[in-house]
């Protein structure tokens, strides 16, 4: 009896330690997520607020009334249908090309052996080291003497040159995982290099291939310096770009109210392609290799 009573008492503490140590992981995480959300719901609320609400005070965190019409004001306010169609060209066939060249290479790095294939790849991952900025006037200098600035030529041509280290490298980590007896088992079924690479790899790596494909969406979506640099007709601009006017001019006070209801609608799109896509982005970046 006595050793059953401790066993049971042992038990108890187990289970009330390991709720306790739930319970701290629980309010972490909300106190985290509040941290998060507490940008998100002020950008929402100005939003919603009269431009002399804004800097009320004390201030009013949930707007009454709310101004809905701000954000149909706030499109018309700018070309900015024009812009959206603009972003969605620009975000298209850069992910599209992202996507291609970043698989291929990530394919060589990981399946095929050569002299300085290692070094190559370390070299790659270097780069990821270089801040944006320090390339920035040489880039610029390249397309320049190619002549195209002021096109969206520098913004999608690029990605064809495989210019994302981090999705190579995540992909080439998922390619490794792959068992080699799969490209045995193709070849002898008689296929060749491309039908290997199309119809057997590519379908295990499609956790992977829509987390790189998220990224690239929101690193094309929400790119502005890349439209501020190299954008100069007003009739190309995107849509964080043509944002870019409601901050006013010397003697002019900015329009927080249209930016923020503006900033609401182009952050939406990542959030619900994130939201819809979660499992199979988690799942992507976990590195997991092939399922049974």
């Not at 038990?11 to 995480?29: C, E, M, P």
């Not at 494909?213 to 009739?235: M, Q």
């Not at 923020?260 to 988690?282: C, H, K």
């Amino acid at each position: 009896m006595s050793n059953s009573t401790t066993s049971q008492s042992s038990s108890t503490q187990a289970g009330g330690s390991k709720g306790l140590k739930r319970l701290l992981i629980y309010i972490v995480i909300t106190l985290l997520a509040v941290v998060i959300l507490v940008p998100f719901f002020w950008m929402i609320s100005t939003a919603l607020q009269a431009d002399g609400d804004i800097f009320a005070w004390p201030p009013q965190f949930i707007p009454d009334p709310p101004q809905w019409n701000n954000f149909a004001e706030a499109w018309t306010a700018r070309p900015f249908t024009l812009y959206l169609t603009n972003t969605v060209f620009i975000v298209v066939l850069g992910l599209t090309a992202e996507l291609v060249s970043s698989t291929v290479v990530a394919y060589g790095f990981a399946r095929f052996r050569f002299p300085g294939s290692t070094f190559i790849f370390l070299v790659l991952l270097a780069t990821m080291m270089l801040p944006f900025h320090v390339t920035l006037i040489p880039t610029f200098l390249i397309w320049q003497q190619l002549g195209l600035v002021g096109e969206f030529d520098p913004m999608v041509l690029r990605a064809w040159t495989a210019w994302g280290p981090f999705y190579i490298f995540l992909l080439r980590q998922f390619f490794m995982t792959l068992p080699r007896e799969l490209d045995d088992a193709a070849e002898m079924d008689g296929a060749n290099f491309f039908q290997t690479f199309y119809y057997v790899m590519l379908p295990q790596i499609k956790p992977a291939l829509l987390a790189v494909g998220i990224f690239a969406f929101r690193g094309y979506w929400n790119d502005f310096l890349g439209p501020l640099v190299y954008l100069t007709d007003s009739k190309l601009y995107t849509m964080n770009l043509g944002m870019y006017f409601f901050m006013g001019g010397i003697n002019e006070a900015p329009q927080w109210n249209y930016l923020m209801a503006m900033s609401t609608l182009v952050a939406l799109p990542v959030i619900i392609l994130f939201f819809a896509a979660q499992r199979y982005f988690i799942e992507g970046i976990t590195f997991t290799g092939i399922k049974d």
